[in-house]
């Protein structure tokens, strides 16, 4: 049975509304830091602006998290960039039931990641409601600065070092995302059909 995302993107929270209902003034003042030191390049606001394509993005986060906190301000950035973008948020609770029958559980159990509920998660949605794209819960460059961390530099895997500015290269790095369902909503011919392209 196909999951009813849009009813969940219709009860879920703008980006202030979210961590007016959720969060403490410390996790306020803890996102509006991070937010604060968001900066989208002059490039990246004209590619956002250029959107032609509506996009649902519900992203599942938690007030509590730290890669919610370093994530989901670089998403608002981005649907302050784009009339394009409609960003909604649901939030989970640090210690939950998996086995909850409630409808932010079941969403939560379904976005799981490597077996488990994992935040945040973004899942992009057509205008009218189709999945498009799931992703979560870092980027590259986080795994990077996180194994690099553990391991050291010369972390076996191979792996490269962790860019400098971490904060920079997520934002890069999460917009390639955004900019893949942007494109594939706008070279979609049902969509095309739809808008009367072809």
Known sequence: MTFDFQSCFERALPYQQ?????????????????????TLLPEQKA????????IQVLCM???WCGDCVNACPIFQHFATASSMIELRFIHRVQKFDPKS???????????????????PVLLFLSEDGFECERFGERTLATYRHK???RHGASCPTGLVAPPQD??????TEWLTHFERVELMLLTSPRLMKLHHEI
Do not use: M, Y
């Not at 996790?27 to 830091?33: D, F, L, M, N, V």
């Not at 932010?104 to 935040?119: F, H, K, Q, W």
């Not at 971490?166 to 934002?171: K, V």
């Open 18 to 38: 979210f961590l007016q209902e959720h969060g403490t003034a410390e996790h306020r003042q803890r996102w509006q830091a991070i937010f604060d030191k968001v």
């Open 47 to 54: 590619l956002l602006a250029g959107f032609r394509r509506k």
């Open 61 to 63: 986060a938690g007030v």
């Open 101 to 119: 029958g409630d409808p932010d559980t079941l969403l939560a159990n379904e976005l799981s990641i490597c077996g488990a509920p994992r935040v």
């Open 147 to 149: 194994a690099a961390q």
């Open 166 to 171: 971490l904060l920079a290269a997520n934002t």
